[in-house]
Protein backbone atom coordinates (compact mmCIF):
# COMPACT_ATOMS: atom_id res chain seq x y z
CA UNK A 1 0.00 0.00 0.00
CA UNK A 2 3.06 2.59 0.72
CA UNK A 3 4.78 1.47 -2.85
CA UNK A 4 1.83 2.25 -4.54
CA UNK A 5 1.31 5.63 -3.06
CA UNK A 6 -1.99 4.70 -0.42
CA UNK A 7 -0.49 6.96 2.30
CA UNK A 8 0.60 9.30 0.23
CA UNK A 9 -2.91 10.79 -1.29
CA UNK A 10 -3.36 14.08 1.06
CA UNK A 11 0.38 15.12 0.81
CA UNK A 12 1.12 18.40 -1.27
CA UNK A 13 2.71 17.35 -4.54
CA UNK A 14 5.91 19.48 -4.05
CA UNK A 15 6.96 17.28 -1.10
CA UNK A 16 6.17 13.88 -3.16
CA UNK A 17 2.33 13.14 -2.58
CA UNK A 18 -0.42 12.86 -4.71
CA UNK A 19 -2.63 15.75 -3.46
CA UNK A 20 -5.89 13.47 -4.74
CA UNK A 21 -9.40 15.14 -4.20
CA UNK A 22 -11.62 14.15 -2.09
CA UNK A 23 -13.75 12.12 -3.30
CA UNK A 24 -10.94 9.76 -4.92
CA UNK A 25 -9.65 9.88 -1.22
CA UNK A 26 -12.83 8.20 0.16
CA UNK A 27 -13.49 5.57 -2.73
CA UNK A 28 -10.12 4.50 -2.47
CA UNK A 29 -10.27 3.93 1.53
CA UNK A 30 -13.65 2.41 0.92
CA UNK A 31 -12.24 -0.26 -1.79
CA UNK A 32 -9.59 -1.38 0.54
CA UNK A 33 -12.19 -1.83 3.32
CA UNK A 34 -14.44 -3.31 1.14
CA UNK A 35 -11.68 -6.46 1.10
CA UNK A 36 -10.43 -5.94 5.02
CA UNK A 37 -11.90 -3.47 7.02
CA UNK A 38 -8.57 -3.07 9.33
CA UNK A 39 -6.92 -2.70 5.85
CA UNK A 40 -8.88 0.01 4.94
CA UNK A 41 -8.45 1.88 8.73
CA UNK A 42 -4.58 1.75 8.39
CA UNK A 43 -5.27 3.17 4.90
CA UNK A 44 -7.39 5.83 6.42
CA UNK A 45 -5.43 7.18 9.18
CA UNK A 46 -2.18 7.10 7.30
CA UNK A 47 -3.88 9.00 4.73
CA UNK A 48 -5.59 11.38 6.27
CA UNK A 49 -2.67 11.81 8.73
CA UNK A 50 -0.75 13.19 6.06
CA UNK A 51 -2.78 16.48 5.82
CA UNK A 52 -0.64 17.42 8.76
CA UNK A 53 2.44 18.05 6.09
CA UNK A 54 0.35 21.10 5.01
CA UNK A 55 0.48 22.44 7.98
CA UNK A 56 4.08 22.15 9.14
CA UNK A 57 6.87 24.63 8.78
CA UNK A 58 9.09 24.30 5.16
CA UNK A 59 11.82 22.44 6.70
CA UNK A 60 9.97 19.95 8.94
CA UNK A 61 7.65 19.27 5.96
CA UNK A 62 10.99 18.32 3.47
CA UNK A 63 12.70 16.24 6.37
CA UNK A 64 9.41 13.96 7.21
CA UNK A 65 7.16 13.69 3.85
CA UNK A 66 10.09 14.15 1.49
CA UNK A 67 12.52 11.94 3.02
CA UNK A 68 11.07 8.77 1.35
CA UNK A 69 8.47 7.77 -1.24
CA UNK A 70 7.06 5.34 0.89
CA UNK A 71 7.01 7.66 4.27
CA UNK A 72 3.76 6.85 6.75
CA UNK A 73 3.01 9.12 9.63
CA UNK A 74 0.13 8.68 12.08
CA UNK A 75 -0.79 9.32 15.51
CA UNK A 76 -3.48 10.42 17.84
CA UNK A 77 -5.14 13.99 17.59
CA UNK A 78 -6.74 14.56 20.99
CA UNK A 79 -4.21 16.18 23.79
CA UNK A 80 -3.43 13.37 26.01
CA UNK A 81 0.06 14.79 26.30
CA UNK A 82 1.90 17.75 27.97
CA UNK A 83 4.13 20.02 26.07
CA UNK A 84 6.31 22.28 28.52
CA UNK A 85 7.84 25.31 26.30
CA UNK A 86 11.63 25.41 26.33
CA UNK A 87 14.62 27.15 24.47
CA UNK A 88 13.65 26.10 20.48
CA UNK A 89 10.56 23.90 20.90
CA UNK A 90 8.94 21.73 24.03
CA UNK A 91 9.33 18.69 26.01
CA UNK A 92 6.96 16.41 25.59
CA UNK A 93 5.34 13.77 28.02
CA UNK A 94 2.15 11.69 27.47
CA UNK A 95 0.50 8.61 26.41
CA UNK A 96 -1.92 7.98 23.61
CA UNK A 97 -4.32 5.11 23.16
CA UNK A 98 -5.97 4.29 19.48
CA UNK A 99 -2.69 4.98 17.44
CA UNK A 100 -3.60 2.62 14.84
CA UNK A 101 -1.28 1.34 12.25
CA UNK A 102 1.68 2.95 14.74
CA UNK A 103 3.98 -0.11 13.99
CA UNK A 104 4.39 0.64 10.83
CA UNK A 105 4.59 4.71 10.74
CA UNK A 106 8.26 6.09 10.30
CA UNK A 107 6.87 9.48 12.39
CA UNK A 108 4.92 9.31 14.90
CA UNK A 109 2.35 12.31 16.28
CA UNK A 110 0.56 13.53 19.57
CA UNK A 111 -1.55 16.04 20.63
CA UNK A 112 -0.14 17.71 23.64
CA UNK A 113 -1.53 20.20 25.88
CA UNK A 114 1.39 23.54 26.14
CA UNK A 115 2.49 24.53 29.28
CA UNK A 116 4.82 27.49 30.26
CA UNK A 117 6.79 27.69 33.47
CA UNK A 118 4.22 25.21 34.81
CA UNK A 119 1.05 26.78 33.93
CA UNK A 120 -1.30 26.03 31.08
CA UNK A 121 -1.17 28.16 28.30
CA UNK A 122 -4.88 29.42 27.50
CA UNK A 123 -6.16 30.64 24.39
CA UNK A 124 -7.48 33.82 23.75
CA UNK A 125 -10.96 32.54 24.24
CA UNK A 126 -9.62 30.89 27.17
CA UNK A 127 -9.31 27.42 26.69
CA UNK A 128 -6.13 25.44 26.70
CA UNK A 129 -3.65 25.90 23.67
CA UNK A 130 -2.92 22.39 22.51
CA UNK A 131 -1.05 21.54 19.61
CA UNK A 132 -0.07 18.35 17.41
CA UNK A 133 3.98 17.23 17.98
CA UNK A 134 5.76 15.12 15.50
CA UNK A 135 8.23 12.98 16.55
CA UNK A 136 10.06 10.36 15.03
CA UNK A 137 8.67 6.27 15.58
CA UNK A 138 11.84 5.41 16.85
CA UNK A 139 11.69 7.50 19.70
CA UNK A 140 8.25 6.53 21.32
CA UNK A 141 7.50 3.13 22.98
CA UNK A 142 4.29 1.02 21.67
CA UNK A 143 2.65 -0.32 24.40
CA UNK A 144 1.10 -3.88 23.08
CA UNK A 145 -3.04 -2.56 24.27
CA UNK A 146 -5.32 -3.77 21.17
CA UNK A 147 -7.10 -6.44 22.56
CA UNK A 148 -10.23 -5.69 20.83
CA UNK A 149 -13.90 -6.71 19.41
CA UNK A 150 -12.81 -5.51 15.64
CA UNK A 151 -10.35 -3.90 13.48
CA UNK A 152 -7.97 -6.00 15.23
CA UNK A 153 -5.46 -5.94 12.14
CA UNK A 154 -4.61 -2.40 13.03
CA UNK A 155 -2.99 -2.66 15.48
CA UNK A 156 -4.52 0.68 17.29
CA UNK A 157 -2.10 0.57 20.31
CA UNK A 158 -1.07 3.02 22.85
CA UNK A 159 2.12 5.21 22.20
CA UNK A 160 4.35 7.06 24.60
CA UNK A 161 7.05 9.27 25.06
CA UNK A 162 8.94 10.93 28.27
CA UNK A 163 10.74 14.35 28.14
CA UNK A 164 11.01 14.20 24.72
CA UNK A 165 12.37 17.54 22.88
CA UNK A 166 10.03 18.53 19.97
CA UNK A 167 11.27 21.26 18.12
CA UNK A 168 8.63 24.00 17.59
CA UNK A 169 8.88 23.41 13.80
CA UNK A 170 7.48 19.78 14.29
CA UNK A 171 4.27 21.45 15.70
CA UNK A 172 1.09 22.12 14.27
CA UNK A 173 -2.17 23.77 15.68
CA UNK A 174 -5.30 21.90 13.33
CA UNK A 175 -7.90 24.54 14.94
CA UNK A 176 -5.15 27.73 15.07
CA UNK A 177 -2.64 26.96 12.15
CA UNK A 178 -3.80 27.86 8.60
CA UNK A 179 -2.26 25.40 6.33
CA UNK A 180 0.59 26.87 4.40
CA UNK A 181 -0.34 25.01 1.60
CA UNK A 182 -2.73 26.09 -1.19
CA UNK A 183 -5.13 24.10 -3.06
CA UNK A 184 -8.95 22.38 -2.48
CA UNK A 185 -7.62 19.56 -0.34
CA UNK A 186 -6.89 22.22 2.41
CA UNK A 187 -9.58 24.08 2.52
CA UNK A 188 -11.44 21.02 4.12
CA UNK A 189 -11.43 21.00 7.88
CA UNK A 190 -9.09 18.31 8.97
CA UNK A 191 -11.47 16.88 11.43
CA UNK A 192 -14.03 16.68 8.65
CA UNK A 193 -11.68 14.73 6.03
CA UNK A 194 -11.03 12.19 8.96
CA UNK A 195 -14.89 11.79 9.63
CA UNK A 196 -15.10 11.18 5.56
CA UNK A 197 -12.25 8.63 5.97
CA UNK A 198 -14.33 6.78 8.85
CA UNK A 199 -17.11 7.35 6.71
CA UNK A 200 -15.38 5.24 3.83
CA UNK A 201 -13.85 2.61 5.93
CA UNK A 202 -17.93 2.17 6.87
CA UNK A 203 -19.64 1.92 3.33
CA UNK A 204 -16.70 -0.40 2.20
CA UNK A 205 -17.39 -2.93 5.50
CA UNK A 206 -21.45 -2.56 4.84
CA UNK A 207 -20.51 -3.56 1.09
CA UNK A 208 -19.12 -6.47 1.71
CA UNK A 209 -21.91 -7.68 4.05
CA UNK A 210 -24.50 -7.69 1.45
CA UNK A 211 -22.10 -8.92 -0.55
CA UNK A 212 -21.15 -11.47 1.24
CA UNK A 213 -24.92 -12.10 2.16
CA UNK A 214 -25.96 -12.44 -1.37
CA UNK A 215 -23.37 -15.01 -1.93
CA UNK A 216 -24.12 -17.09 1.11
CA UNK A 217 -28.03 -16.76 0.31
CA UNK A 218 -27.61 -18.22 -3.17
CA UNK A 219 -26.34 -21.69 -1.63
CA UNK A 220 -27.92 -22.00 2.35
CA UNK A 221 -30.74 -23.80 2.92
CA UNK A 222 -31.65 -23.11 6.52
CA UNK A 223 -31.91 -26.04 8.99
CA UNK A 224 -35.67 -26.98 8.84
CA UNK A 225 -36.31 -25.46 5.95
CA UNK A 226 -37.24 -26.21 2.23
CA UNK A 227 -36.08 -22.99 0.43
CA UNK A 228 -32.76 -21.38 0.14
CA UNK A 229 -32.29 -18.14 1.87
CA UNK A 230 -32.34 -16.46 -1.17
CA UNK A 231 -35.99 -17.42 -1.85
CA UNK A 232 -37.43 -16.44 1.43
CA UNK A 233 -39.66 -13.16 1.24
CA UNK A 234 -37.42 -12.29 4.65
CA UNK A 235 -34.26 -12.57 3.47
CA UNK A 236 -35.38 -10.38 -0.03
CA UNK A 237 -36.80 -7.77 1.69
CA UNK A 238 -34.00 -7.42 4.21
CA UNK A 239 -31.30 -7.17 0.83
CA UNK A 240 -33.09 -4.46 -0.67
CA UNK A 241 -33.55 -2.67 2.78
CA UNK A 242 -29.67 -2.93 2.77
CA UNK A 243 -29.64 -1.94 -0.57
CA UNK A 244 -31.36 1.50 -0.25
CA UNK A 245 -30.09 2.20 3.03
CA UNK A 246 -26.27 2.03 2.39
CA UNK A 247 -26.59 3.61 -1.63
CA UNK A 248 -29.16 6.14 -0.01
CA UNK A 249 -26.48 7.04 2.56
CA UNK A 250 -23.53 6.76 0.22
CA UNK A 251 -25.50 9.43 -2.46
CA UNK A 252 -25.31 12.11 0.51
CA UNK A 253 -22.22 11.56 1.25
CA UNK A 254 -20.42 12.30 -1.93
CA UNK A 255 -22.70 14.64 -3.13
CA UNK A 256 -21.92 16.60 0.29
CA UNK A 257 -18.15 16.15 -1.21
CA UNK A 258 -18.67 17.34 -4.72
CA UNK A 259 -20.57 20.49 -3.54
CA UNK A 260 -18.00 21.15 -1.24
CA UNK A 261 -14.92 20.58 -3.64
CA UNK A 262 -16.26 22.64 -5.55
CA UNK A 263 -17.09 25.31 -3.29
CA UNK A 264 -12.97 25.02 -1.97
CA UNK A 265 -12.11 25.29 -5.50
CA UNK A 266 -13.79 28.00 -6.54
CA UNK A 267 -14.10 30.24 -2.79
CA UNK A 268 -10.49 28.67 -1.23
CA UNK A 269 -12.70 28.38 1.82
CA UNK A 270 -15.73 26.31 3.07
CA UNK A 271 -18.43 27.45 4.83
CA UNK A 272 -20.08 26.90 8.16
CA UNK A 273 -22.93 25.22 6.83
CA UNK A 274 -20.99 22.83 4.28
CA UNK A 275 -18.45 21.96 6.96
CA UNK A 276 -21.77 20.98 9.17
CA UNK A 277 -23.51 19.10 6.43
CA UNK A 278 -20.02 16.99 5.50
CA UNK A 279 -20.03 16.01 9.40
CA UNK A 280 -23.47 14.88 9.51
CA UNK A 281 -23.08 13.01 5.86
CA UNK A 282 -20.11 11.24 7.68
CA UNK A 283 -21.91 9.98 10.85
CA UNK A 284 -24.41 9.50 8.94
CA UNK A 285 -23.02 7.11 6.43
CA UNK A 286 -20.98 5.36 9.51
CA UNK A 287 -24.74 4.88 11.33
CA UNK A 288 -26.70 3.45 8.41
CA UNK A 289 -23.57 1.11 7.46
CA UNK A 290 -24.13 -0.53 10.73
CA UNK A 291 -27.85 -0.79 10.29
CA UNK A 292 -26.75 -3.11 7.27
CA UNK A 293 -24.03 -5.11 8.71
CA UNK A 294 -26.58 -5.96 11.08
CA UNK A 295 -29.44 -6.38 8.67
CA UNK A 296 -26.74 -8.80 7.02
CA UNK A 297 -25.54 -10.55 9.91
CA UNK A 298 -28.98 -11.73 11.17
CA UNK A 299 -30.31 -12.22 8.06
CA UNK A 300 -27.30 -15.51 7.64
CA UNK A 301 -28.35 -16.90 10.95
CA UNK A 302 -26.11 -19.33 12.48
CA UNK A 303 -23.85 -18.83 9.83
CA UNK A 304 -23.19 -15.84 10.44
CA UNK A 305 -21.35 -16.54 14.33
CA UNK A 306 -18.56 -18.55 12.85
CA UNK A 307 -15.29 -17.14 12.70
CA UNK A 308 -14.69 -18.87 9.24
CA UNK A 309 -17.79 -16.19 8.49
CA UNK A 310 -17.32 -12.76 6.98
CA UNK A 311 -20.31 -11.46 8.08
CA UNK A 312 -18.97 -11.89 11.65
CA UNK A 313 -15.91 -9.93 11.36
CA UNK A 314 -18.35 -6.89 8.82
CA UNK A 315 -20.16 -7.11 12.08
CA UNK A 316 -17.14 -6.39 14.62
CA UNK A 317 -15.95 -4.31 12.42
CA UNK A 318 -18.54 -2.22 12.15
CA UNK A 319 -19.22 -1.57 15.45
CA UNK A 320 -15.37 -0.61 16.31
CA UNK A 321 -16.09 2.13 13.15
CA UNK A 322 -19.03 3.53 14.58
CA UNK A 323 -17.17 3.98 17.94
CA UNK A 324 -15.35 6.93 16.72
CA UNK A 325 -15.86 10.17 18.25
CA UNK A 326 -15.76 11.75 14.38
CA UNK A 327 -18.72 9.72 13.40
CA UNK A 328 -20.29 9.46 17.08
CA UNK A 329 -24.37 9.99 18.42
CA UNK A 330 -22.85 13.93 19.61
CA UNK A 331 -22.17 15.27 15.64
CA UNK A 332 -26.20 15.12 15.49
CA UNK A 333 -26.59 17.66 18.05
CA UNK A 334 -23.26 19.62 17.03
CA UNK A 335 -24.90 20.10 13.59
CA UNK A 336 -28.43 20.09 14.64
CA UNK A 337 -27.90 23.00 16.69
CA UNK A 338 -25.97 25.23 13.61
CA UNK A 339 -28.87 24.14 11.93
CA UNK A 340 -31.73 25.42 14.09
CA UNK A 341 -30.06 29.01 14.58
CA UNK A 342 -28.24 28.01 18.08
CA UNK A 343 -25.15 29.27 19.21
CA UNK A 344 -22.35 26.39 18.69
CA UNK A 345 -18.44 25.64 18.82
CA UNK A 346 -17.74 25.41 15.03
CA UNK A 347 -13.67 23.95 16.22
CA UNK A 348 -14.13 20.68 15.73
CA UNK A 349 -16.50 20.89 12.67
Sequence with gaps: ??????????????????????????????????????????????????????????????EIYASSPQVVTGGVFAPFGEAATVAGGYRVSGRWPFASGCEHCAWLMGGSQISTDGQPRLLANGTPDSRLMLFPAAEAEVIDTWT???????????????????????????????????????????????ALGIAGVALGVARNAIDELVRLAAGKTPTGARKRLADRAATQVE????????????????????????????????????????????????????????????????????????????????HVVTQHMMVGPATYELTGRLFLGVDVDATVL
Excluded: K
Design 148 to 194: VSGLRGTGSHDIAVRDLFVPASRSVSLTIDRPRQPGPLYAFPVFGLL
Design 239 to 318: VAQAEATLRSARSFLFEGIAETWQAASAEGAISIQQRALLRLAATHAATSAARVVDLMYNAGGGTSIYASSPLQRCFRDI
Design 1 to 62: MAEVGLFRMCVPRRLGGLEVDVATLVRAIEEIAYADGSAGWCVMIGATSGVVSAYLAEEAAQ
